[in-house]
């Protein structure tokens, strides 16, 4: 019986041995188990980087294909210029200065052109004033020339003076066109002029009058069918130099 207990009390010493080695254990192998499943594995392979960008790239502005410009016109060449052959001249076209003042009553009406001033009446009795700008006396240039071209030939013009001497503006010189539509050449002798007085040709000339058609006694204006335009015109001290004239300019004649 002693012995029987004996044996028991044996094993039971060894069971409790075998526990406590068990427990002796267990708290090791918990700290290995934490370790395995927080460190990663050194052969586990790594994510491969992706080719795709994260962000959209900004985009170049396209640019408008660049027009080439369009060649710039060469300016209009002038017409050739011609010698008046005298120191007292007007010019009338758009490469000259000088002007022509309307009569007071307004009877004719003014177009500006390349070549000159163009004149029509919208009332009886049209004249214009053209002022010298500094004196000329009247007895040495007494020789009118004045380039011009009218539409009409069936009624004359006239040409007006006045001077230091006479200032009434009476003195008048006719004249008749010859080709209507074509630029001619007016001469006249102003010392020929009807109306004068004896003193008249003694002074400077202060201002001249063209009436581009005579149309005394009309009660209705010329119908715009009358046109005058005037180009230039020149004082000369010489009949020959006067009879030279012959305009400012040389002008192309454009097909009808």
């Known amino acids: 019986m002693k012995t029987r ?83 007292y001249y007007f010019d009338f076209t758009q490469y000259g200065g000088d002007e022509v003042a309307p009569d007071p009553l307004g009877a004719i009406a003014f177009e500006e052109y390349e070549d000159g001033v163009m004149m029509y009446a919208v009332a009886p009795d049209p004249y214009c004033w053209i002022i010298p700008s500094e004196p000329v006396p009247a007895s040495e240039y007494k020789y009118v020339a004045f380039k011009v071209k009218a539409t009409k030939n069936d009624k004359q013009g006239q040409l007006r003076f006045a001077t230091t001497t006479d200032d009434r503006g009476w003195a008048l010189v006719n004249y008749q066109y010859s080709t209507p539509g074509e630029w001619e050449i007016i001469v006249l002798d102003i010392s020929k002029a009807m109306h004068l007085v004896a003193n ?38 010489d009949p020959e130099k006067a009879k030279a004239f012959a305009g400012l300019y040389k002008w192309e004649e454009t097909a009808e």
């Open 5 to 87: 207990y004996g044996i028991i009390a044996a094993i039971m010493a060894m069971m409790m041995l075998l526990s406590f080695a068990a427990c002796a254990v267990k708290p090791e192998e918990k700290k290995d188990d934490v370790s395995a499943a927080t460190e990663v594995p050194k052969d586990e392979p790594t994510a491969a980087p992706t080719d795709e960008p994260t962000e959209e790239p900004t985009k170049e502005p396209e640019l408008e294909p660049t027009e080439e410009p369009e060649p710039t016109e060469e300016p209009k060449k002038g017409p050739e210029s011609i010698d008046p052959g005298t120191d």
């Open 200 to 237: 008249t040709m003694e002074g400077d000339i202060v201002r001249l009058r063209i009436d581009p058609y005579d149309d005394e006694g009309a009660s209705e204006a010329l119908s715009e069918d009358y046109q005058l335009v005037l180009e230039s015109m020149a004082l000369f001290d």
